[in-house]
């Protein structure tokens, strides 16, 4: 059974599937935990304001290949492709990785083109935060685990677009373990010519 509070989650999530899509698998980025942003903004939001340099982060050089583990995803099933995207998405390992983002770019391979594009462009301009932080002291390595978190009023798929809500588990290894966390992330698909690519990855 379902907890109550993630019962809720899923009820916000399908109230909003419509408005995800409503671009019909136009691109729509992904969620922003890592505090990135596109040189200048800052300054260009404040009438006046002149334009300043932004110090960003060094140049990323995308993974050519997934992780080996997730080499054989099946990329005609967006079932499979939303389940693999979502775990390495939140496969944080404090261990090797400086912050989240870090996880995101070992999902690269399984995103739309576009999606990759704005990831890799904007790399984060601050620190990952204090929970990472606590996570980190303690050499956290999370476990994830994602499985489909079905709720009445989804879009349905087309030939090209497809919508899935993920019910994403963390399980810490660490000293001491972190607890255990739980979120709804919802993904938007799109059937490119080598399959189905994630082109939004967003947590509820």
Do not use: N
């Amino acid at each position: 059974m379902i907890p109550t509070s993630l019962r809720r989650q899923l009820l916000v999530a399908a109230a909003t599937a419509a408005a995800l899509t409503v671009s019909a698998c136009g691109h729509t980025g992904s969620d922003d935990t890592t505090g990135t942003a596109p040189p200048g903004a800052l300054a260009s939001a404040v009438p006046g304001a002149r334009s300043v340099p932004v110090p960003t982060s060094p140049p990323v050089t995308p993974p050519s290949e997934l992780p080996a583990a997730y080499r054989d995803v099946d990329r005609s099933s967006p079932d499979a492709v939303a389940a693999a995207v979502t775990e390495l998405w939140y496969g944080w390992d404090t261990t090797r990785d400086s912050g989240p983002y870090d996880a995101k770019l070992r999902a690269l391979p399984l995103l739309d083109p576009a999606t990759v594009t704005d990831l890799v462009t904007h790399p984060p301009i601050s620190g990952p935060g204090a929970d990472w932080l606590a996570l980190a002291t303690a050499g956290a390595i999370a476990h994830v685990s994602s499985t489909p978190a079905h709720e009445s009023g989804a879009p349905a798929d087309t030939d090209l677009c497809a919508y899935r809500l993920q019910e994403v588990t963390q399980e810490f290894t660490g000293t001491p373990p972190p607890p255990r966390t739980q979120r709804i992330v919802s993904v938007v698909l799109r059937r490119t010519f080598d399959g189905w690519r994630a082109e939004s990855v967003v947590a509820r």
